[in-house]
């Protein structure tokens, strides 16, 4: 394919991750030594920073710095919440993005994001084919979710997954010390698919993990709940429940909802109810059981917990920044990097780059498959265990100060034409 | 002073820690190497374990297995929340465990807890040395709260801290991602004292922590919070708040107290049941200011991370459940271990075991000084920050398998006379 010269713009977007800096330094320090690759900017805050015009030269960041980029969380580059329009109905953002990549000759574009980003990346790679400007544009997938379409596995959701089965494993120990039971209910992340709560099975492969496990791939049912509850903490004394946030009913209402609900009204000492789902649901085992309660809810700590991350999710990351660059400067465009996996003959896990059509998986999602659900519809069985347990492997070493984290220090400096 | 021969019993109580089980091995190998020192008994679910004459043989546990206790979180030998009774009052207790200890020639105690704890070796002395039965007693301290009197430092602080600094740095990074402004509030334990809290500054000292740290040493004040947050948030579009759970209004009631009638509600020991705060004050700057708030509470997760652990706190726990054996098998008895910070000329820290009066330590309790809170009464100044900083210090290299921790696995033989 034809040779490419001019400008490429990077950037992030959607909620943080563990590792998406470790992708965003794959795309960086690639296309640095590309010759292709004339300028690297970096936009702030997503495509906002293209609208706003509020680019920086990541070529003149101290190379030390960039590198802290694969230990340090969150989007480093800024993220956003901005959606572009539809360019049949108002197509001023799409100019606007294009009046950008012509006044800096921006010639490649790597969006590092979940399926909306997807979806952003599919729409200004077809609006730059119509008007006849030439640009690859590359998405670069991240998120802890694990539900982008077509690809194994995400970026992001090894470092999740062992910070959830590690915590739970604490956590377990913890509430296991006393003579007198306990039950413990975790709520990870996990909108309309249970990744992250299948990731605290890993917790229960190795003795501490959770008894019950409830999905939103499968229907809450509040009386099989109790009953597998009573069951449970009738056997053991004790048990430990996760629930995703993404639970609903039978009738697709979520969970939370209820939980939202309440909040609005006031107990009898005026007080609102407070709390999320891992709370409302405590209350209720509370009140049913009679035992004593827990409710721990692993909020952001479980998307940015960069001390805890998967070496083997860092390389990989960092591997579909490198792939990103390396494929849009070959020719290739309208892609995302996406995940093989493949197992050696002596069944060592390997990892291997594809490319998805961006359409395939601009506004998809992809749930647990339902075989690999548990008959009892409340855990995951081993073939979630197989698939899951090579992402989570390698101890990271993060680079420290003080013994604290020490994060990438960038100095923004603006891109000026 | 003479040799006293027999068996020992090594116990834990009160909350547990990421680093208690360091102490207990500190204490159990240590006596395994002693000839004083005929059989090395653990008690199940600490006090209970010998009123139950449910002891477990140590010698016989693998010593890989006991190694791992370094690296293994909550308390392995089990706690308990049992409140010896007032001897004056009721001495069945005592006259029970007497028993125990005649029964297996048990002539040294060894009880790792906080300040309960302390109280309960004491009482168990002095009713040895009243009925004339010889048996040196000593407590080897643990508490994340940090609140033990006469010692520099409690070991479980550092580590607790380091973990609380970690966890705030990373959610920093993630809430500072977007183009609109976030209000984040965590919760962070300490009944009455402010150690844990105070060790969010050190996040803020590498650039990542909060704003404002209320601390149950000041009293709360809603009018100067709202103040102060709307200061904050106003000059940064941001604003971070970590609230200890043991915050107080100016007549001593405690806050959490107002966002949950379970406060009411006592343990045990007579303490009132916290919890919720954060999702209550959250819940009120979003009402006050409009922003996106999210309150994080950092639960047991907290006092139980050993994957963040402190490799310093590590080092001393060990070195206080060996100076625990050491110092009884020399005489001493009645004492707890604490620790004695020495600088050298260098300025390099360096910790000191002394040993202290169980009666100064009993039922007291330590507060954060005075003049280290900042002048607005919402912070700590430097001092805290010198005071903190090397004792979380060291990054931890956990043994792992499958990219988990690897526990330690007791076999917990009965043991019989």
Redesign the interface.
Known sequence: MSTLRGACIIA?SGG?T?VINASTYGAIITAMKRREITRVLGAQ?GI?GILDDNLIDLDKEEPYELELLKY????AL????YKLKDPAEDDSDYKRILEIFMKYDVRYFFYNGGNDSMDTCNKISKYCLEHGYECRVMGIPKTIDNDLAETDHCPGYGSAA?YI???I???Y????????GTI?VFEVMGRNAGWLAAASA??A??G?GPDLIYLPEVPFDFDRFYERLDYCYKRNHNCVVVVSEGIRDKDGRYIAEYASTLAQQK?S?G??Q???LA?YIADLVKKHTGAKV?G??L???Q??????A?Q?DIDESFHAGRAAVEYAVEGFTDKMVGFQRIYSHDGQYRCDIKLIDLEKVANKEKFLPVDWINVTGDGVNEKFIDYA?PL????V??P??????R?AKLRRIKATV
């Open positions: 992030q943080p563990a805050n906002r340090t969380p969150s989007s800024g993220s956003c919440r062992k089965a590690t915590s494993m604490e956590v120990k913890d509430t296991h010390v006393y003579d007198i413990t890993l917790a492969l190795k501490c107990d000492f007080h609102a407070l709390g999320g709370a827990r721990i809810e909020s952001l700590l998307r940015c917990a960069a001390h805890c998967s083997t347990l989570i492997k390698g101890t070493n993060i420290t100060d003080d013994g604290l984290p994060y």
